[in-house]
């Protein structure tokens, strides 16, 4: 299951306002301390796997978290042993800028990930990083059918490519996932 998938920190937080033009915080263009403690507050409150401070924190400032980003420190996060050499080919080994639902799936965080995507705008689903990848991508890689669900649910788009011209059906090989897929896929087209 996805809880089992999260990496161990080497230690290093990663934690920063991402300042680059390709992915702007959306923080209303703020890089003021104030912005920049409540992005870091957001995303430690993700690592350490607190619920209960995300969520308050999602109350609190629903729109300027669910579209920010932060860009981890290299070898901070990382995918698991038995797949990574898959995530390298099929995402590619660049990560960019995450928003907090894609650190949270990435890191193994289910339970926190689901509660940001309950707070996501509908067009926020299919925010793109790394190489045009999405959550979307990312849960189906890791073999999450519960949080592909959500996704598809939230209207995530199933026929999306990544920039290495993967789509997410191109991510597993898992039946359930496949068939999950196949379902929203369906319901995407009526």
């Known amino acids: 299951m996805l809880s089992t998938i999260g990496k161990v920190f080497n230690g290093q937080t990663g934690l920063e306002e991402n300042k680059s033009d390709d992915a702007p915080s959306n923080m209303g263009g703020a890089t003021n301390e104030a912005s920049e403690k409540l992005i870091q507050e957001f995303f430690g409150a993700i690592q350490e796997g607190d619920t209960d401070t995300v969520r308050q924190l999602l109350m609190d400032h629903k729109t300027n978290l669910t579209r920010a980003r932060f860009k981890p420190e290299p070898r901070s996060v990382g995918f698991p042993a038995e797949i990574e050499r898959d995530a390298y080919t099929l995402l590619g080994a660049y990560l960019g800028p995450l928003t907090g639902l894609q650190y949270a799936i990435l890191t193994g965080r289910d339970g926190i990930a ?49 920039k290495r011209g993967y789509s997410v059906v191109d991510m597993s090989d898992n039946p359930d996932i496949l068939c999950l897929l196949k379902a929203g896929t369906v319901e995407q087209e009526e």
């Open 114 to 162: 689901k509660d940001i995507l309950d707070s996501t705008f509908e067009q926020d689903v299919d925010a793109r990083f790394g190489n045009g990848n999405t959550a979307l991508h990312l849960a189906v890689l890791l073999g999450a059918p519960t949080l592909v669900s959500a996704l598809i649910e939230r209207s995530a788009d199933i026929t999306l490519k990544n």
